[in-house]
């Protein structure tokens, strides 16, 4: 039998591994391998764990005590650390046979929702981090600074601790409340929005009433299986239409076509809220 040789840069590799130098050829020693390469150049008292007030609100959140605007508020008040990795755009093989990266450049993780829409991961500590991504690196910024960049990159949505037992969807209106530095109210919690949705139902024919309600994609199911009342990825808010009995099908047709093309239009609703779903009901 013929014996099968490792390609030379596969070979080479192996052979560097463990060794004094890099794969360049270049030694370790003397070298800065830690210093300021991380977080700790803008966070040097860091040590990387989750801010207690981050916890405690997602702990509360879980726990029934309230709804998802306590969580994104905690946030504002804190650092996370997002995930960069190394991309070799080109490489070469040394005198010595060792394969060198000549050229890298370090890129943001970024995810994709289910609607395609792009996703910046962050992350509460370095361990959530490390547990998701061990390759990649974490670069520690305050979430005002992260949701800035992803507002600028055309990014909707931001998940925190993504592959945790209960991560949290912050949706793009108050992505962007954090980019601003301002307080955010969920849509199915605002009064502005309600009202709203009261006055594109005025005059009518056949409506008794309309509201609002938390929508189906509020709700985030946690790696146990409890449905927790927030951190989903939406729709967020439920606007719920009452009806009058008898209509017909083109009667409800027709109304539910002139309700619609108001709510388009309605500034309250195109800013607070991401994404939305119409419920039915029929006056008593």
Known sequence: MTERRLPAHIA?????????????????????????????????????????????????????????????????????????????????????????????????????????????????????????????????????????AAVKDGTQLLVLDPGADLPFVVRRPALWALAQGRAWTPSYRSPAVAEAVRRCAEGLPGVASAGTAPGSGVAARAADGTVVDGGGAGPELAVVLSLHAGLDRTQVDDVLARFQARLSVEPALAEDVDSMQLRLTTAG
């Open 12 to 148: 080479a590799q192996l052979a560097s591994a463990g060794g004094t130098e890099d794969t360049g050829g270049q030694a370790w020693a003397g070298r800065n391998l830690g210093e300021g390469t991380s977080h700790t150049h803008r966070f040097p008292d860091d040590d990387g764990a989750a801010a207690a007030a981050v916890l405690d609100a997602l702990a509360g959140l879980r726990a029934g005590a309230g709804d998802e605007s306590p969580v994104v508020a905690a946030l504002a008040r804190t650092r996370v650390f997002v995930p960069v990795v190394a991309e070799v755009s080109s490489s070469t093989v040394t005198a010595s046979g060792h394969v060198a990266d000549k050229e890298a450049d370090m890129a943001l993780v970024s995810l994709r929702a289910a609607d395609g829409r792009p996703v910046l991961p962050v992350f509460t500590s370095t361990a959530a981090l490390a547990a998701w991504h061990p390759q990649a690196r974490p670069v520690a910024t305050d979430v005002r600074r992260a949701a800035v």
